[in-house]
């Protein structure tokens, strides 16, 4: 190893401070970590009593229970040496000699901060490990997902996702059945986190592996609500809208279960489609419907999830589906990767510094 590649993996502690003196706006960080410890540790019981409290009440109650919920949070072992920690920090006492003369000071504070210090060291080692695994699976989501500008004879077809954490919840593919017909998925399985990750990549390869076999997409709606349900946790379930698109021509068929319905720009008109059936999983035997459409030159087919329109601002206000529309008619003429990053720069452009709520999908399909 060169010199050179030693320094940058062992940066120097004074200029890492110095770039953080620097590069840090302490006030917005200070909010956005206040922000995610009160949402990450507060129950919503404690929420909902906090909004009826004055503000000296409010934030003596908000410590207390950041306290207690890390604390139980904590491994037995740890909660220990937490408490440990504590008590010799509080125990520092002044021993005066008989004689009334010299002081002498027991001071416990230190030994006590040091066991402080180990346990945030274990708890920074675990979080440092899960950060690892979860960047490892999103390595694998995003070889797994399609790229954003596939290439469909007559069409153009711009697909995106963005994961609200490491890993993403939401299913954007693309798969080539053959040279007549090329199929495109955008599903939503319900939570957040690794086990909503798990459960797309689950149906995923269940798309992917009967996708080809059945004519109706009724029925592949039907065979994939099956499986899903068979192999799947109990109460959980995904939305899913499955399209299949003829390349050189306009035909468009859909099969939507129980996602937001899409919308078709045509001219300087907006049209949402009807609702469409229960969701993948709730029940084995859900029946599907399929739909047809006719697109012409110019027209948009647009899917997108609910982080576009849930997306929240700093003040809790939801992007909407009205700002979506009033975005797509704005951008109506522009490309469908332009329209696309229009609508995803809109969203980032109005949350703000808010925390991203949930994963932000879009399909932009334009007619050629």
Request: aromatic share 8%; net charge positive.
């Amino acid at each position: 190893m060169t010199e050179k590649s030693s320094t940058s993996n062992n940066p120097k502690l004074g200029r890492t401070l110095r770039e953080d003196l620097h590069n840090i706006n302490f006030g917005d960080e200070v909010k956005k970590e206040y922000r995610d410890l009160k949402r990450f540790y507060l129950s919503d019981d404690q929420k909902d009593r906090l909004k009826s409290m004055k503000i000296i009440k409010r934030g003596f109650f908000i410590f207390i229970w950041l306290l207690k919920s890390l604390f139980l949070k904590l491994t037995p072992l740890r909660r220990v040496f937490t408490l440990l920690g504590f008590i010799l920090v509080l125990s520092n006492r002044i021993v005066i000699s008989n004689d009334g003369g010299s002081s002498s000071s027991n001071n416990n504070s230190l030994f006590g901060a040091l066991i402080i210090l180990f346990v945030l060291l274990l708890e920074l080692k675990d979080k440092l490990l899960a950060k690892t695994e979860l960047e490892g699976g999103r390595k694998v989501q995003r070889a797994l997902l399609p790229e954003e500008n596939p290439e469909i004879h007559g069409w153009k077809v711009w697909l995106h996702s963005e994961p609200a954490n490491e890993v993403c919840g939401d299913l954007v593919d693309y798969l080539k059945l053959s040279d007549s017909n090329i199929g495109l998925t955008m599903a939503d399985v319900a939570g957040k986190g690794l086990s909503a990750a798990l459960m797309m990549s689950k149906l995923q390869s269940t798309i992917r592996a009967i996708a080809n076999e059945k004519d109706s997409l009724a029925k592949l709606a039907k065979n994939i609500n099956y499986i899903f349900h068979r192999d799947s946790l109990p109460s959980l379930f995904a939305s899913m809208l499955y399209i299949q698109v003829t390349p050189g021509k306009g035909n468009l068929k859909y099969v939507n279960a129980g996602h937001l319905p899409p919308l078709i720009l045509k001219g300087d008109t907006i049209k949402e489609m009807p609702k469409g059936d229960a969701a993948i999983g709730i029940m084995k035997d859900s029946k599907f419907s399929e739909k047809k459409i006719l697109l012409r030159p110019g027209e948009v087919f647009i899917v997108y999830s609910d982080g576009v329109t849930e997306a929240v601002n700093e003040v809790g206000q939801f992007f909407g589906k009205e700002r979506l529309i009033n975005t797509i008619k704005k951008y109506k003429d522009l490309s469908a990767d332009k329209l696309g990053e229009a609508i995803t720069r809109q969203v980032e452009f109005f949350s703000g510094n808010a925390p991203r709520s949930d994963d932000l999908s879009l399909i932009v399909l334009k007619r050629e």
